[in-house]
């Protein structure tokens, strides 16, 4: 792998850094780093395959959210990854710390995954090296479509503009601990908001709820009668009661998604309060 590098305050080598070091939650940059096979051939707005032809200016993402470009506090390191001539992947860091203990801190993370010279990867880290947010261009379009916040260096949320066309999430995607736990869609109403609710138990969809009239409240929720019956065993194995009116909270007034999943989260990530359903 070659190695570029640039400074900005004092000539710093950053051979330390030529490992990729992705952490679990993404797999956008894996084909940069040399695990994944080569990115599709398709090239960015303003982008070119010939590599002797990439343009000058290659899009950086990191500017928009380091500002590295002329700042004598930060410096970069540009490497090539797999199938690529010339480099395709740039980090920008600094250095923190006191004395001994003095070292550098990646801020962010830009990568080219197609090889036409223009970045459509950005990923950003905390002051521990854990990434914060990550954002890329899944279709080469020149926009972005796909965004990635982390929590303790694990992914918390995923948003997606699956129509490629708005430039704004349709889809919203929450982790617990890893592990995916709902997920809101926008598939017909105007305003763009959801209007479409999927909840998730231990990788399983659990309902789904679906507002029919956009106006902000579930019409009606449908639940996977499988894991329906093993619930309803599980109680009356346990001793608890029977739900002998055939599931009357479901089929009466739309309940509020609180009240109707068994576990979910708020939109900041973190696990809300499980409840059951009521019963008669």
Not at 102 to 121: F, P
Not at 184 to 202: A, L, M, Q, R
Request: net charge negative; charged share 30%; proline share 5%.
């Amino acid at each position: 792998m070659k190695v570029f590098t640039g400074t900005r305050a004092g000539g710093f080598a950053m051979m330390g850094w030529l490992a990729c070091g992705l952490l679990a939650g993404s797999v956008v940059l894996l084909g940069a780093c040399g695990s994944a096979p080569p990115p599709p051939k398709t090239t960015s707005i303003g982008g070119n395959l010939d590599e002797a032809k990439w343009p000058a200016d290659d899009h950086s993402l990191c500017e928009g959210f380091v500002h590295w470009k002329g700042n004598p506090n930060l410096e970069f390191a540009e490497t090539a990854g797999l199938g690529s001539l010339r480099p395709n992947v740039r980090r920008i860091f600094k250095l923190v710390g006191e004395k001994d203990d003095r070292h550098e801190v990646v801020l962010c993370r830009e990568v080219d995954t197609n090889l036409d010279g223009i970045k459509d990867v950005v990923r950003t880290f905390n002051d521990k090296g854990e990434p914060a947010h990550e954002e890329s261009d899944t279709n080469y379009d020149g926009r972005i479509d796909d965004w990635l916040s982390f929590v303790g260096g694990r992914i918390a949320e995923e948003d997606q503009d699956t129509t490629f066309s708005t430039g704004r999430p349709n889809e919203w995607k929450y982790y617990v601990n890893g592990e995916l736990s709902r997920i809101k869609k926008n598939t017909h109403c105007p305003s763009g908001k959801p209007d479409v609710w999927e909840i998730y138990f231990k990788g399983h969809m659990e309902r789904i709820g679906n507002d029919a009239t956009c106006d902000g409240h579930i019409d009606r929720w449908d639940r996977d009668a499988d894991l329906m019956a093993q619930e309803e065993g599980v109680q009356i194995g346990d001793g608890g009661p029977d739900s002998g009116d055939g599931g009357a909270a479901e089929s009466g007034a739309a309940p509020t998604e609180d009240e109707a999943m068994t576990t979910t989260l708020d939109d900041g990530g973190s696990k809300a309060k499980k409840k059951k359903p009521k019963t008669r």
